[in-house]
């Protein structure tokens, strides 16, 4: 979902600076430029909860580090593999 998308389905630009207590200019910048992650954690449950899109679509590379009570063990990506040389140098 772009954020042209995600913007029109939680109610516009001004019900999305609502909802997140900024300045409507802000949000319309996001139309162009993208949703800072910040504030795409913040309205990802938003949208999940009124069924506009699932917070996993939303953030599909780290959703199970944000939220991870969402994930089941099949589904969490694999953590990388770190040899003992580098935890010893860490």
Do not use: F, Y
């Amino acid at each position: 979902m772009n954020p042209n998308e995600l913007i029109d389905a939680l109610g516009g630009t001004t019900a999305v600076a609502r909802l997140l207590g900024i300045k409507a200019p802000s949000v319309h910048a996001w139309r162009t430029g993208g949703i800072p992650n910040d504030k795409l954690i913040r309205l990802a449950p938003v949208a999940e909860q009124r069924g506009i899109s699932c917070r996993r679509d939303l953030r599909p590379d780290d959703w199970h580090l944000i939220w991870p009570e969402l994930a089941d063990a099949s589904s969490i990506p694999p953590a990388p593999l770190i040899s003992k040389s580098e935890r010893e140098a860490a």
